[in-house]
């Protein structure tokens, strides 16, 4: 397999680690809102914000579990939703979720995460200092809910980014699948995993971005927002539905792996049958004789009609009969002479 997406982060006899995150809080002040994104805080710096804008202590512990299964709580002023992401600054190793809990209210969206996903990271820096001017004025020119559309909708492209860099791995699995001088089968499990945690995100994120989406209308005054998230959605799709596909190939090329691994483990079998069918004459005889004592077939004894060594002959006869007649159904089976 080459060195993509997939097989750069796994690494034999080597645990995943998290790369450390540094605690930051961030504020940006937009044209009709304020943004302020916690990176790994601390319970005091959600509480602070909790009694300025009034939140949920229900939602403040669900932000601090960082385990918390996607949900959506609606409120009179704001709601509150948590989503899944990959994780993508971790040390090489099994890809995870990282957790993304956000409130949006009409004048103000509080994002909080771990400092592990790499877009996010990325557009705060933008909208803090002058990287990219024109992509920073038009996000902070317009709404809170356009900005939280801004980056559910990075999020969701880097997933189908990813997704994509499975099927290249895929794509170079197949050939190593029919390599007999490769072993894939940790490769085909380490993959298999990876989908499935991909899949776990993708599949439950569909749903609450149409929540969303419903929700948002409560505060948002533009019309096409909607648009928006039902791109967003779109690529939602994409990526499910290559992940689907991905996770059926999968399954072909863990059969396909296991037929030819019997295969391989059957053609060993036939050799060391083969091998010990042919030393039967000689282990029975060498049994036979290597007793210390006096045994019939030997000089001492009387001439018969084939000799001093008619009992030895007749022995040597009676193993190799069968040893013929096995030869011949070999033969008929295919193991020999292939």
């Known amino acids: 397999m080459k060195k993509g997406f997939i097989t750069n982060r796994l690494h034999v006899g080597k645990k995943p680690q998290a790369i450390p995150v540094e605690r ?3 504020t940006v002040e937009g044209k009709r809102f304020l943004w302020i994104d916690l990176q790994n805080p601390d319970r005091s710096d959600i509480e602070k914000l909790a009694e300025t804008y009034r939140l949920n202590t229900l939602n403040i512990e669900d932000c601090m579990t960082k385990s918390e299964l996607p949900k959506l709580d609606s409120y009179q002023d704001h709601f509150f939703v948590i989503l899944h992401f990959p994780s993508l600054l971790r040390q090489p190793g099994i890809s995870r979720n ?8 009409k004048d103000f969206l509080i994002t909080v995460h771990q400092g592990d996903l790499k877009p996010l990271v990325d557009l705060v820096n933008i909208c803090k200092n002058d990287l990219d001017i024109h992509r920073k004025e038009r996000i902070l020119g317009k709404s809170a809910e356009y900005l939280l559309h801004e980056i559910i909708d990075i999020l969701v492209d880097e997933l189908l980014h990813i997704s994509r860099k499975v099927i290249a791995n895929l794509d170079d699995l197949e050939d190593e699948v029919f390599d007999e001088k490769i072993s894939v089968a940790r490769s085909i499990a380490l993959l298999r995993r990876e989908i499935n945690v991909m899949r776990r995100i993708a599949n439950p994120l569909k749903k609450f ?3 969303i989406t419903k929700n948002i209308k409560k505060f948002s005054e533009e019309d096409d927002l909607s648009l928006y998230f039902d791109d967003v959605i779109d690529h939602i799709d994409k990526v ?25 483990t059957n053609k060993v079998l036939a050799a060391l049958t083969i091998i010990f069918t042919f030393a039967i004459p000689g282990t029975v005889i060498g049994t036979f004789y290597g007793m210390n004592i006096n045994l019939p077939g030997g000089l001492n004894e009387q001439v018969s009609f084939l000799g001093p060594y008619t009992v030895l002959i007749l022995i040597i006869l009676a193993s190799t009969i069968p040893v013929a007649l096995m030869f011949i159904y070999f033969k008929k089976l295919g193991w020999i002479g292939r």
Do not use: A, P
């Open 209 to 211: 971005v149409l929540e």
């Open 98 to 105: 990282s957790q993304l809990s956000i409130f949006i209210g």
């Open 240 to 264: 499910i539905e290559t992940l689907e596909e991905s996770r059926e190939t999968m399954e072909i090329y863990k059969d396909t792996d296991f037929m030819l691994s019997t295969e391989k």
């Open 24 to 26: 930051k809080i961030e």
